[in-house]
């Protein structure tokens, strides 16, 4: 029971992978993003966008089905190890940090626009 369980739940993740691969090589990657997300959250996805290119979708809200999660784990796993390999470095925790960083500025100029 747990085999066919956990075989039903890693294929979604190897389908999300798989898919991964053919947008890399459509040069069409993108991080598939559902849930509510960090506050900086817009900046984070901002800086991924500008600085190294890559677009984010937002593929759901945050009520998921366990496929659908495997399936865009699985996606999301290829894509950052692919750009993480590609700049030598964690691309993706460095415009975390940076986000965080920003944050407090962009509270500061939405409170002083008001």
């Not at 993108?30 to 890559?54: A, Q």
């Not at 999301?76 to 960083?101: L, M, P, S, V, W």
């Amino acid at each position: 029971m747990i085999l066919v369980l956990g075989s039903w739940l890693l294929v979604p993740g190897l389908w999300g992978s798989a898919r991964a691969g053919v947008d890399l090589l459509r040069g069409k990657p993108e991080m598939k993003v559902h849930g509510l997300g960090m506050s900086y959250s817009m900046i984070y996805w901002n800086l991924l966008e500008t600085r190294y290119g890559l677009h984010s979708e937002i593929v759901a809200g945050c009520v998921v089905t366990e496929r659908q999660f495997a399936y865009w784990q699985g996606y999301n796993r290829t894509i950052r190890a692919y750009y993480n390999h590609k700049y030598g470095r964690d691309i993706f925790e460095e415009c975390d940090q940076e986000a965080q960083k920003q944050w407090p500025a962009f509270l500061k100029s939405l409170e002083s626009a008001t």
